[in-house]
T-cell receptor, first 116, second 114 residues
Framework: GAGVSQSPRYKVAKRGQDVALRCDPI?????LFWYQQALGQGPEFLTY????????KSGLPSDRFFAERPEGSVSTLKIQRTQQEDSAVYLC??????????????FGSGTRLTVV | DQQVKQNSPSLSVQEGRISILNCDYT??????FLWYKKYPAEGPTFLIS?????DKNEDGRFTVFLNKSAKHLSLHIVPSQPGDSAVYFC?????????????FGKGTKLSVKP
């Protein structure tokens, strides 16, 4: 597609519910990142994929967070047993380079998760 | 502890004037810096970047200045336009210590008044 597509745009979950957030990167993009943006903060790194390999998951806040990209294109971020502190906008970014230098990364519009 | 700091949460500028957005960082290993612009309900959009080996990069109305000794960079927008009103994020990359993930500041909300 023309851009990075994320779905759903908005998700309201009851505390304790599991959620799955989807990211469709730009076709052919090698690198894929997930970020979490809390209200009033900048985006914070969660995890990084190079094709289907998850090379860095150091930013995942707990073992309730899990991400996958099984075929090197679409990625899913799953949050189990959601807590109120998980409420945030989850952003996906991709790049055709393994290290995006001159053009940065292309971000999707994000999924706003609200845990009630 | 925040490695990238944008100490001004907001900035208001008159149309046609210069907007200067500031960013400080603490990690001397950062080797690339980027500015992103974000409108409400949209993802951040890449604006301009600068390598740590340079002190200035210009693209149209946007210029980024880097002062490595002060660990400070700034984004200049000249002339400012109402459509520039958005939140601006400064971000840095330490390629040697990461996979290239961005470390963001908290952002500065720019309002350009007609």
């Amino acid at each position: 597609g023309a851009g990075v597509s994320q779905s759903p745009r908005y998700k309201v979950a009851k505390r304790g519910q599991d959620v799955a957030l989807r990211c469709d990167p730009i076709s052919g993009h090698v690198s894929l990142f997930w970020y979490q943006q809390a209200l009033g903060q900048g985006p914070e790194f969660l995890t990084y994929f190079q094709n289907e390999a998850q090379l860095d998951k150091s930013g995942l806040p707990s073992d309730r967070f899990f991400a996958e990209r099984p075929e090197g294109s679409v990625s899913t971020l799953k949050i189990q047993r959601t807590q109120q502190e998980d409420s945030a906008v989850y952003l996906c970014a991709s790049s055709f380079q393994t290290r995006a230098i001159h053009y940065g990364y292309t971000f999707g519009s994000g999924t706003r998760l609200t845990v009630v | 502890d925040q490695q990238v700091k944008q100490n001004s949460p907001s900035l208001s500028v008159q149309e046609g004037r210069i907007s200067i957005l500031n960013c400080d960082y603490t990690n001397s290993m950062f080797d690339y810096f980027l500015w992103y612009k974000k409108y409400p309900a949209e993802g951040p959009t890449f604006l301009i970047s600068i390598s740590s080996i340079k002190d200035k990069n210009e693209d149209g109305r946007f210029t980024v200045f880097l002062n490595k000794s002060a660990k400070h960079l700034s984004l200049h927008i000249v002339p400012s336009q109402p459509g520039d009103s958005a939140v601006y994020f400064c971000a840095a990359i330490d390629y040697g210590g990461s996979q290239g993930n961005l470390i963001f500041g908290k952002g500065t909300k720019l309002s350009v008044k007609p």
